[in-house]
């Protein structure tokens, strides 16, 4: 047995040791440990604030998109080297089986060697090169409009994800009513039983409760059925763990508190993400425009080479001797006559501009018939919060006078039946009509370009 535990602890040995070679002399691969180690946090009592973070920080669109601006970073990078001076080196060896034969004045003579060898250093500076000077000239506003996008899609995101946050949290509500109630009708089954055994009522009474509870058992069964998949929709929004638990966090009051909103605001669509794209995008046009334009200058480029010949019959004294060779010269081209193709290009990039003014305009008005539609939508909804409060209030104060006249003898238990439903329909129509007011204030803050990220 010790024989064979001494290759073991050898062996682990080891591997300690390699791996504390690489974590202390490699920090990429120390780093790429940590990393690969870490989990994707959890929240815990999930506010609106904090799900709406979570998922502008882990949903795959948007990361997607941080990763589009990255790779538009570096495409920039590899059009603007064109601008640096191009330094290339080629080299090559060869070996002639059977050496050229010319005819001179008659004679068959043989020229050149057995054994080639050649070196060649080359630079090439760009001049002028419309590629290169539209790639230099549109670098910033081809970022803006890279994170422009990611922009767009984290308010989009945003947006999506409140109003899944009061979906589900208006279905939790009902949930919540329905316990309520199920613990009222526990307690209002006993009292018609215990007044069925005392022989003050029939059967009809306590049969009535017994329906009434069994319904509203079922009812928040279903709730929590509904509840299953607003969470799942959240998750999926978020880019949260599928199988980890989301509970959320909410304070009611806070909520109502909320729901006011200043609605003598005048709509400014150059505020919105929308116009801000289409800003960079016309911008990008009229430089693609004059891009067109250039195409009628010459493009203007030097070049230069210096070549290291080596010749010789003797492959092993081919490097004692060196014919060298150097070179620089000026490029000038341009194009005479492409079949109009560049005056077609120049009309086309012209018209692209048109479009894209007529897109703005249209974004005036769509933001404008939104901001209406989201406005209008927002005090109905206002209004019938207001209205649904007091019905609960109503409903409430109705049913607690009934359930007292019922013990009393005085009221039928029909009626408090028809009491404790009301007052659950309007419980569940005023926190609906919450959430409501709530997704509708969103709506037209998205319309007044407020809810830009």
């Keep these: 047995m010790n024989h064979c535990s001494k290759p073991q602890k050898t062996m682990r040995l080891a591997l300690s040791s390699a791996f504390l070679f690489l974590t202390s002399f490699c920090p990429i691969f120390s780093q790429a440990i940590q990393e690969s180690s870490k989990e994707t946090p959890l929240l815990q009592k999930a506010t609106l604030q904090d799900v709406v973070n979570y998922a502008i920080k882990n949903q795959p669109v948007i990361q997607q998109s941080l990763i589009d601006e990255r790779i538009t970073e570096n495409q920039i990078r590899s059009r603007l080297a064109d601008w640096y001076p191009q330094i290339n080196f080629n080299y090559n060896l060869q070996h002639n089986f059977i050496v050229q034969t010319s005819i001179i004045n008659g004679n068959p003579v043989k020229l050149g060697v057995k054994n080639l060898s050649a070196a060649q250093f080359t630079l090439s500076q760009q001049i002028f090169n419309r590629d290169v000077l539209l790639a230099n000239q549109t670098k910033n506003d081809v970022l803006l409009q890279a994170s422009q996008n990611t922009s767009f ?10 109003k899944a946050f009061y979906d589900v949290l208006a279905t939790s509500q009902q949930i919540d009513v329905a316990e309520e109630d199920i613990v009222r009708l526990e307690r209002s089954l006993n009292d ?6 005392a022989g ?8 009535r409760a017994t329906i009434s509870l069994n319904n509203t058992r079922a009812s928040k069964k279903s709730y929590e059925e509904v509840l299953k998949s607003k969470l799942q929709n959240l998750k999926a929004l978020m880019g949260y763990p599928v199988e980890q638990e989301l509970e959320v966090s909410y304070d009611t009051l806070q909520m109502e508190r909320e729901v006011t909103l200043d609605t003598m605001q005048n709509v400014d669509f150059t505020t919105r993400i929308e116009y801000q794209l289409l800003s960079t995008q016309k911008k990008l046009l009229e430089a693609n425009l004059q891009y067109n334009k250039w195409s ?11 070549n ?3 010749q010789n019959n003797q492959f092993t004294e081919l490097y004692n001797r060196n014919y060298p060779n150097s070179f620089g010269l000026v490029t000038l081209s341009l194009p005479i006559y492409q079949g109009g193709r560049r005056r077609a290009n120049t009309k086309v990039a012209e018209w692209q501009i048109k479009r894209v003014d007529w897109d703005i305009k249209g974004l005036q008005q769509n933001v404008s018939a939104e901001y ?7 005090k109905g909804n206002l209004s019938l919060l207001l209205a649904q409060k007091e019905n609960m209030d109503l409903a409430r104060e109705v049913y607690d006078v009934l ?14 039946v028809t009491s404790e439903t009301d007052l659950r329909l309007a419980r569940i129509n005023y ?20 809810m830009n990220y």
Excluded: C, H, M, W
Aim: proline fraction near 1%; charge should be positive.
């Design 200 to 207: 003050i009522t029939d059967k009809i009474d306590f049969k």
């Design 192 to 197: 018609a039983r215990n007044q069925y055994n």
């Design 372 to 378: 209406s539609t989201a406005l209008a939508n927002y």
């Design 153 to 162: 899609n984290k308010t989009d995101l945003a947006v999506n994800v409140s």
């Design 308 to 310: 290291l010949n080596f």
């Design 431 to 450: 926190y609906n009509a919450l959430y409501q007011v709530l997704a509708s204030k969103i709506d037209v803050q998205k319309a007044l370009g407020q």
């Design 403 to 416: 359930q007292l006249q019922y013990k009393s003898g005085i009221k039928t238990y029909l009626e408090v």
């Design 296 to 306: 009628y200058l010459p493009n203007l480029s030097i070049n230069g080479a210096y």
